[in-house]
């Protein structure tokens, strides 16, 4: 089914709505560098599920592009990464940025796995 330029738009800010209180309410759970790590693994987990599951596209532009869009955050990854650098060193931000990324892209392969296995 094609999706029309206005409805693709409109469900890709209704996701990121969804997204960006999504994100804001586990950043008043969880503090700091935790909590971004927390949350673009869990983005990533839902993007890789979102990604190979046979959703359609209104679906995807809702839950793949709106909320893990929103709800992933490179910008807070990218400040903590400058934080630690300034706080605890060069060798803290790169261990910081490579935890961050192994995270998200073993949580991407890992929500694809599992789409696939559900929908067989």
Same mark, same amino acid.
């Given at each position: 089914?094609?999706?029309? @330029?206005?409805?693709?738009?409109?469900? $890709?800010? $209704?996701?990121?709505?969804?997204?960006?209180?999504?994100?804001?309410? =586990?950043?008043?759970?969880?503090?700091?560098?935790?909590? $971004?790590?927390? !949350?673009?693994?869990?983005?990533?987990?839902?993007?890789?599920?979102?990604?190979?599951? @046979?959703?359609?596209?209104?679906?995807?532009?809702? /839950?793949? =592009?709106? /909320?893990?869009?929103?709800?992933?955050?490179?910008?807070? /990854?990218?400040?903590?990464? !400058?934080?630690?650098?300034?706080?605890?060193?060069?060798?803290?931000?790169?261990?910081?940025?490579?935890?961050?990324?192994?995270?998200?892209?073993?949580? /991407?392969?890992?929500?694809?796995?599992?789409?696939?296995? $559900?929908?067989?």
């Amino acid at each position: 089914m094609s999706v029309s @330029p206005l409805l693709a738009t409109a469900l $890709v800010g $209704v996701g990121g709505a969804l997204g960006a209180a999504g994100r804001h309410a =586990v950043g008043l759970r969880i503090e700091g560098r935790r909590s $971004v790590l927390l !949350v673009n693994a869990l983005g990533s987990l839902a993007l890789g599920a979102v990604s190979a599951a @046979p959703i359609g596209s209104a679906a995807t532009l809702l /839950f793949g =592009v709106g /909320f893990c869009g929103a709800f992933t955050t490179f910008s807070s /990854f990218a400040v903590g990464a !400058v934080r630690t650098a300034s706080e605890t060193g060069v060798r803290a931000a790169a261990t910081l940025a490579a935890s961050n990324l192994a995270a998200a892209l073993a949580a /991407f392969v890992l929500g694809s796995s599992l789409a696939v296995a $559900v929908a067989g």
